[in-house]
């Protein structure tokens, strides 16, 4: 009987701590549930804190544009659009071109970045050698500007500019240019007939009574071809070597360089990968940076895009690397022909900022 008792007490006992078992079992695995969930959230809180605490740390960054969005700043808004700038900590924000002038705002530090020109760096340079201007990056390594004319004129090499109408903007380089194109292939600069005047939408002027427009192939030539004229188009650095300077050119000023290079470095980073990725995908980038200009045609976008996909590094293997020589050349041109009073060697640029 007692055996019985105690085998019975020992059977409850023993059921006893079985339920316990089960009640700790479920109270355990409640808890590490509830443990499970207290990190994820832990994790996800500190994802979350880690994302807007990099927003936060994001460089402002202002890039001044020349002119209104073309396949010239394609790898801009790539970079931008793609998310490349906020990948090296930078917020950018682009301005439109103001009246004045891109590369004197940059230099006074009205913006951080904008583009500008070589020649157009040289006047500035020329009045003071000093002037807080810097070329950080060639957005294009060739100058691909030239002269347009509808084909009946029969302008096909620049002597035959003699005789014509010709649109200047009364710049002493620009028509020093023309001047030094003609005489290379035995043409008189003076039997040119000038037509004093700014052309902004050179496609048309041709089909009027001007019969020359200096412009840049990649867009009024990809214009007029979408536009089915039948027209000529002739190079300046195909004729006179000098002439292939630097055309657009990104620039900085010195004061923000020498207290900002590591952002300077960073923000070509990003460029650098927007031009890289329009020069693999040319029809997709101008489709972005149609988002940014609706105003113009789809198709011109991608004829210059696909232009320009082959012109962006050309024959050199870092993006934005700006040729000393060629450099060079083009303002000691400019400096025997008068046009520069100072000689400016290797003045106005560097290769410091660009990414390996």
């Not at 079992?25 to 549930?33: A, G, Y």
């Not at 994820?40 to 202002?62: A, H, L, R, S, Y």
């Not at 998310?83 to 590369?103: A, Q």
Request: proline residues 3%.
């Amino acid at each position: 009987m007692v055996y019985k008792i105690f085998r019975k007490e020992n059977n409850i006992l023993e059921r006893v701590k079985l339920k316990e078992m089960k009640v700790f079992n479920k109270i355990l695995i409640i808890f590490l549930i509830c443990s499970l969930f207290v990190g994820c959230g832990k994790n996800i809180e500190e994802n979350t804190q880690q994302t807007d605490n990099k927003k936060q740390q994001n460089e402002k960054v202002t890039f001044l544009l020349d002119w209104t969005p073309n396949t010239n700043h394609t790898g801009i808004y790539v970079a931008l659009e793609k998310g490349f700038y906020n990948e090296v900590g930078i917020d950018l924000e682009i301005l439109n071109p103001p009246e004045e002038s891109t590369t004197a705002l940059v230099a006074a530090g009205k913006a951080d970045f904008g583009i500008s020109f070589q020649d157009t760096m040289a006047m500035a340079l020329n009045e003071n050698e000093d002037f807080p201007i810097v070329a950080i990056a060639a957005i294009i390594q060739h100058n691909t500007s030239g002269i347009l004319s509808l084909k009946e004129k029969g302008i096909d090499n620049f002597k035959n500019l003699e005789g014509k109408i010709y649109a200047t903007w009364d710049n002493d380089l620009e028509q020093a240019t023309i001047r030094q194109v003609m005489e290379n292939e035995g043409g008189d600069f003076n039997k040119v007939e000038l037509y004093h005047s700014t052309i902004t939408d050179a496609v048309s002027a041709i089909q009027t009574n001007v019969d020359a427009v200096w412009v840049f192939e990649a867009w009024d030539t990809m214009n007029a071809k979408v536009n089915g004229l039948d027209y000529n188009f002739i190079k300046f650095k195909d004729v006179e070597p000098s002439l292939d300077f630097y055309t657009p050119v990104i620039v900085s000023s010195k004061s923000f360089l020498e207290k900002n290079g590591h952002i300077a470095k960073r923000f070509l980073e990003a460029t650098k990968k927007g031009y890289e990725y329009a020069i693999e995908n040319p029809e997709e980038s101008a489709k972005i940076l149609h988002k940014f200009a609706p105003e113009y045609d789809i198709n011109m976008l991608i004829e210059s895009q696909n232009y320009l996909a082959s012109q962006y590094k050309a024959e050199v293997e870092q993006w934005g690397y700006i040729d000393a020589i060629r450099w060079n050349n083009f303002y000691n041109w400019a400096y025997e022909k008068g046009i520069l009073t100072k000689d400016l060697k290797n003045i106005g640029f560097t290769n410091d900022y660009l990414p390996k």
